[in-house]
């Protein structure tokens, strides 16, 4: 849904009568464009990069009813995995910002995000490492509501996800900016828990989870490719489940 021109329909949401807090941020966005180093190395990092090398398959099943994609197998709970850092970010310090190219760069407090038009989707997830969770409830905003208050550039094609912890994760924007897509802050009605990535993480149901980048701080949008932190260790570039798109 690229589109750029000046849309006035999200300012209010954004600044006073003066529009002074929207110069505000788009000035601090672009000052704080600088992104924070990649975590460091773990066993566990170690050990799935060795899995891309040796193009590990894991064992699955398939349930005969074409929702469950090949290789995969129901979890009956919701599995944790994280580099080994869960940072702890309150709401009243977390901002998101949404950078690259666009034409209104932004700066969104908690309270401005949770101001923007709400959405409510039930999707089913599939990690990289085998399992699948059906009908996950999620509350937040979609993807192409952030794009159009940013005002997103024609040019623009992918997009960079950038956690609290260094993480980073790059999508092309036919996947990203899909209807299923959003930055979710809640799940079953609840609050998103920080285990799995609260206050707010991105959701992005048509590919493998790793894509859904936890504790989300900042989105990218570029004209050209960047893979993040596991594509550059040896997973698939795009990591869509149905083509079992593990590893590069």
């Known amino acids: 849904m690229p589109g750029g021109g000046d849309d006035d329909r999200f300012k209010d949401l954004f600044a006073g009568r003066d529009g002074s807090l929207l110069g505000d941020m788009k000035a601090q966005a672009e000052k704080d464009a600088s992104l924070t180093a990649p975590p460091p190395e773990s066993k566990l990092t170690q050990t799935k990069e060795q899995w891309a090398r040796d193009k590990r398959l894991p064992t699955g099943r398939l349930d005969g009813g074409g929702r469950l994609p090949p290789g995969q197998h129901l979890a009956k709970d919701w599995p944790v995995l994280d580099l080994g850092h869960r940072p702890l970010v309150p709401t009243d310090q977390w901002e998101m910002k949404v950078l690259g190219a666009v034409e209104r760069p932004l700066t969104l407090s908690w309270h401005q995000f949770l101001a923007l038009p709400q959405v409510d989707l039930t999707t089913d997830i599939h990690c990289v490492t085998s399992w699948s969770k059906y009908d996950n409830r999620w509350g937040g905003v979609a993807v192409r509501t952030l794009a159009e208050a940013a005002g997103l550039r024609?040019?623009?094609?992918f997009a960079v996800l950038h956690s609290h912890d260094g993480y980073t994760t790059n999508l092309p924007l036919d996947h990203f900016l899909a209807d299923a897509s959003l930055i979710a802050h809640s799940w079953g009605g609840a609050p998103l828990p920080r285990d799995h990535g609260g206050p707010?993480?991105?959701?992005?149901?048509?590919?493998?989870?790793?894509k859904s980048a936890k504790w989300l701080r900042q989105i990218t949008f570029l004209e050209k490719d960047a893979p993040g932190y596991w594509e550059t260790r040896g997973y698939h570039n795009l990591g869509d489940p149905w083509k079992q798109q593990r590893y590069g």
């Open 200 to 210: 707010a993480r991105a959701v992005v149901p048509s590919l493998y989870f790793w």
């Open 154 to 157: 024609d040019n623009a094609a």
